[in-house]
C-alpha cells in the first residue's frame, strides 16, 4: 500500500494543492495527515473542504487546530502564532469548527503496522528535536514505524538494539529502504510552513509493500499565498516567512 504522508499544513491552500497535485502521479491508497490544517494561513476552510475531500483518509488533530477549536489555550503561543489562531477562529465557518473540535488525539494506529502522531507518541504538543527525545518516543510505539509532524523539519530517526540515531534529509528526493527488525519515527516535514530553509512543500510517500519511504519537495505559488495573508489582519510576518522558509 502507498500512503501520502503530509502533516502541518496550516491554512496554506497553495501548497497543498501543489502536494496533492505532485501525489497523485504516484498512485497513492490511502493519506495520511499529523495534524495543523490550521494557523498561519489565510484559506483555513479550503484547506480542511480539501483534506475532508479525501478519500482513504487518517488524520489527528494538531496543537493549532485544538487552539482554533477552543479545546486548548492560546497562552502557550507566541504572540503571531496566537495572532493567526485568533483570525482562524473568526474566519472558520461554524461546521468546519466542529470538524476541527472532533478531530483523533493522537497517537493513533493505522492499519495495525503504523502509527500516527503530531508532537510524540507521549504528548501530541511535544517536540520530538534530537535523539534523546525520540528514544523516549520509541518506548511508547508498538508498530515498526510512526510519522509525526509538530517541527516542520523532514526527519528520520530509526532505532536499531536500542540505539537511536537521527538523520536530518537536506537533499530531496531523497528515498530510504526501511530495514526489516528496525524501528523508524519519521517527521514528512511541513506542507504550508516549512522551516528548514526551504520553502517549497514537503511531503514523503511510504510503500509499506516494498518498505521503502520518499522524501519529496515541490514548488508552489508563494507569491499567492503572501497575497491571501496580506489582504487580512493577519500579521506581515506571516507571509514574509513563507519565501524564506523559516
Not at 510524540?120 to 523516549?136: M, Q, R, S, T
Amino acid at each position: 500500500m502507498r500512503y501520502l504522508v503530509f502533516s502541518d499544513i496550516h491554512g496554506n491552500l497553495e501548497a497543498l494543492e501543489a502536494v496533492l497535485k505532485d501525489a497523485r502521479k504516484k498512485r497513492i491508497d490511502h493519506y495520511l495527515f499529523l495534524g495543523d490544517l490550521v494557523g498561519y494561513g489565510a484559506s483555513p476552510n479550503e484547506v480542511i473542504q480539501q483534506v475532508q475531500a479525501l478519500a482513504h483518509l487518517s488524520l489527528v488533530r494538531g496543537n493549532h487546530d485544538k487552539a482554533v477549536a477552543g479545546l486548548d489555550s492560546i497562552q502557550t503561543f507566541n504572540p503571531i502564532a496566537a495572532a493567526g489562531i485568533e483570525w482562524t477562529r473568526k474566519s472558520l465557518n461554524k461546521r468546519y469548527l466542529h470538524f476541527l473540535a472532533s478531530l483523533a488525539k493522537s497517537p493513533l494506529i493505522v492499519h495495525d503496522n503504523i502509527t500516527i502522531c503530531h508532537g510524540a507518541p507521549f504528548d501530541e504538543d511535544y517536540y520530538i528535536f534530537g535523539e534523546f527525545d525520540a528514544a523516549e518516543a520509541f518506548g511508547y510505539i508498538s508498530t515498526p514505524v510512526c510519522f509525526f509532524g509538530h517541527t516542520h523539519f523532514p526527519f528520520v530517526y530509526v532505532e536499531r538494539e536500542e540505539m537511536v540515531e537521527g538523520t536530518f534529509i537536506e537533499k530531496f528526493p531523497a528515498e530510504i529502504k526501511l530495514e526489516k527488525g528496525a524501528r523508524y519515527l519519521i517527521n514528512p516535514g511541513s506542507v504550508g510552513q516549512p522551516r528548514d530553509r526551504d520553502p517549497r512543500a514537503a511531503y514523503a510517500v511510504y510503500d509499506s509493500k516494498n518498505n521503502r519511504l520518499k522524501f519529496n519537495r515541490v514548488e508552489y505559488n508563494i507569491a499567492e499565498s503572501q497575497r491571501k495573508i496580506l489582504a487580512t489582519d493577519l500579521p506581515a510576518a506571516l507571509a514574509e516567512r513563507l519565501s524564506l522558509g523559516i
